[in-house]
């Protein structure tokens, strides 16, 4: 039996609405798509099971869900939005840079000019079946700091016109962040962080500025689970399976070794009070930040059962914290 979160695994957003801290992270019921060979996507979908299990996050309390125009060159907003369409209890985070082929499932480049913003807001909105985006979020992570201030100054106008609520960047970089933190509408930050990446930058920024820190990658790809073994691989469409710069966590299809190491260091302390390894990681992110709000991705309602179960249990204890930082040479 799922119990219903505790208070302190609530956020208040921008517009002044509590959520639970916990989100879903829609890149995965995208399906495939691709660069040339490269698979981007995370592997064949089931819409159906994808719809049931948005449903089950809705029934379970979960409030905020998080999409990009690209993930399946648009599937996932299409999907999403046949699963929530307008409802207003709900906030729906888009993205905005990477240009797709819907019918070749290829990505086609990079854009931040106002013409493509303007267009793809416009894609985002039919896709997704909304009258207006909740959040907004410019998705080129090391976008040249100076030139941000043309995309920002779009979102802004956008958000005038009523298309937009709120705005945001998905960066690992603290300095644009930092940048754009203080004008108005600016009010989320998306970055990586999980147990192995503390991201503390990231989070002195949106701490400092208010701002809600979206974590991406909080399962560090699926590997904090513990489902992975050595010997297991993913799937050739999988894009854990492609020789990417960034992807450190998987290595030819299967877990780098050296984060299978700091995850068996790790392991015991995530299952404390009973939670699954996939639970501890999230509650790490609670305790870690009272501005964060995890978005594990997710293609089966049993997925979204064992994330939504973390929220009963609330953050990790202080202690257990000190000794994750021990474990990982931290401190």
Same mark, same amino acid.
């Given at each position: 039996m799922l119990t219903k979160p505790s208070n302190e695994t609530h956020l208040q957003l921008w517009d002044g609405r509590a959520i639970p801290r916990l989100g879903m992270g829609c890149w995965a019921i995208g399906g495939p798509f691709y660069a040339g060979d490269t698979p981007l996507g995370w592997g064949e979908v089931d819409d159906a099971e994808s719809i049931a299990a948005v449903h089950r996050a809705i029934e379970l309390g979960v409030r905020f869900f998080d999409t990009a125009s690209n993930y399946g060159a648009g599937h996932s907003e299409e999907v999403l939005g046949?699963?929530?369409?307008?409802?207003?209890?709900?906030?729906?985070?888009?993205?905005?840079?990477f240009a797709t082929d819907p019918a070749t499932k290829q990505a086609t480049g990079a854009f931040a000019d106002p013409a493509f913003i303007r267009g793809s807001v416009e894609t985002s909105l039919r896709r997704l079946r909304r009258e207006r985006l909740d959040l907004l979020q410019f998705?080129?992570?090391?976008?040249?700091?100076?030139?941000?201030?043309?995309?920002?100054?779009?979102?802004?106008?956008?958000? *005038?016109e009523g298309k937009?609520?709120?705005?945001?960047?998905?960066?690992?970089?603290?300095?644009?962040?930092?940048?754009?933190?203080?004008?108005?509408?600016?009010?989320?930050?998306?970055?990586?962080?999980?147990v192995f990446e503390p991201a503390d930058e990231l989070v002195s920024? *949106?701490?400092?500025?208010?701002?809600v820190s979206i974590n991406r990658g909080p399962l560090a790809m699926g590997l904090l689970s513990g489902k992975f073994t050595a010997q297991k691989t993913v799937d050739a469409k999988d894009v854990r399976a492609a020789a990417l710069d960034w992807m450190?966590?998987?290595?030819?299809?299967?877990?780098?070794?050296?984060?299978?190491?700091?995850?068996?260091?790790?392991?015991?302390?995530?299952?404390?009070?009973?939670?699954?390894p996939t639970q501890g990681a999230l509650a790490w992110l609670w305790a870690r930040s009272s501005r964060t709000l995890p978005i594990p991705g997710f293609r089966t309602v049993a997925q979204v059962e064992e994330n939504v179960g973390a929220l009963s249990k609330g953050?990790?204890?202080?202690?257990?914290?000190?000794?994750?930082?021990? *474990?990982?040479?931290?401190?």
């Open positions: 046949q699963a929530i369409g307008n409802r207003d209890d709900i906030v729906v985070a888009t993205k905005f840079g998705h080129l992570n090391d976008f040249p700091l100076q030139q941000s201030d043309d995309v920002f100054e779009t979102l802004e106008a956008l958000r *005038a937009i609520d709120a705005f945001g960047w998905s960066t690992d970089f603290a300095d644009r962040a930092e940048r754009q933190a203080t004008r108005p509408g600016f009010v989320s930050v998306q970055h990586t962080m999980n920024t *949106a701490e400092r500025h208010g701002l450190v966590y998987f290595k030819d299809g299967r877990i780098a070794p050296e984060f299978a190491a700091k995850l068996d260091a790790v392991r015991d302390l995530l299952m404390s009070d009973g939670r699954t953050p990790l204890s202080d202690e257990t914290m000190r000794e994750i930082d021990v *474990a990982l040479g931290r401190g």
